[in-house]
């Protein structure tokens, strides 16, 4: 079954900017299926910050598109997110998740991967 | 924007017995585009229901769906003691955007 697997620095500098990725595994990132990052801030509730889907159409969450980009590798098979100009409010567990067509919610999460600001 | 809001924030309850979580959206929202969640702790969510009362692949039927006007409901039948945790609903409004809930704490 597909398997989903955050990875990237653990501790980034104020300003600095944040660079994570998401391996997909059990599966290609170009089935059909749209591709999720969702934040988790320390004893918070869920928020959603974009999708893709492989063909290059993304969505953002307005309050953080200035922000944050979205991009796919298709020969490796994964995800990226970047968000720039980072300050502590980002500090967050940072979660891919997997968006089957017409679900409209997902239902793949990776493990979670804790990012410090 | 779309807004969420869960009641009750934290529901004691004893195992065995039956737990109604609401969420309920600021204005219209279609049936297709509500989903629960399930967090325990040091986990990622877990898909509980989509399209407001399907259940996931792998979910028992002790979890269920159901809506009334803005008001959307996750009932969960005999409690067992894995099913104590943080509930979420979450909701999809075009043109693209994804929102939480604030949660609901199911506690022993």
């Known amino acids: 079954q597909v398997q989903l697997q955050e990875s990237g620095p653990g501790l980034v500098e104020p300003s600095g900017t944040l660079s994570l990725t998401c391996a997909v595994s059990g599966g290609s990132i170009t089935s059909d299926n749209w591709w999720s990052w969702v934040r988790q801030p320390p004893g918070k509730g869920l928020e959603w910050i974009g999708e893709m889907f492989h063909r290059g159409d993304i969505n953002y969450n307005p309050s953080l598109e200035s922000r944050v980009t979205l991009s796919v590798d298709k020969s490796k098979n994964q995800l990226s997110l970047k968000l720039y100009s980072v300050t502590a409010a980002d500090t967050a567990i940072y979660y891919c998740?997997?968006?089957?067509?017409?679900?409209?919610?997902?239902?793949?999460w990776g493990q979670g991967t804790t990012v410090t600001v | 924007e779309i807004v969420l809001t869960q009641s009750p924030g934290t529901l004691s309850l004893s195992p065995g017995e039956r737990a109604t979580l609401s969420c309920r959206a600021s204005q219209g929202v279609s049936s297709d585009y509500l989903a629960w969640y399930q967090q325990k702790p040091g986990q990622a969510p877990r898909l509980l229901i989509y399209?407001?009362?399907k259940r996931a692949t792998g979910i028992p039927d002790r979890f269920s769906g159901s809506r009334s006007g803005t008001d959307f409901t996750l009932s969960i039948t005999r409690l067992e003691p894995e099913d104590f945790a943080v509930y979420y609903c979450?909701?999809?409004?075009?043109?693209?955007?994804?929102?939480f809930g604030q949660g609901t704490r199911l506690e022993i």
């Open positions: 998740a997997r968006m089957p067509y017409f679900y409209y919610s997902m239902d793949v």
């Open positions: 399209g407001a009362s």
């Open positions: 979450q909701q999809y409004s075009k043109p693209a955007l994804y929102a």
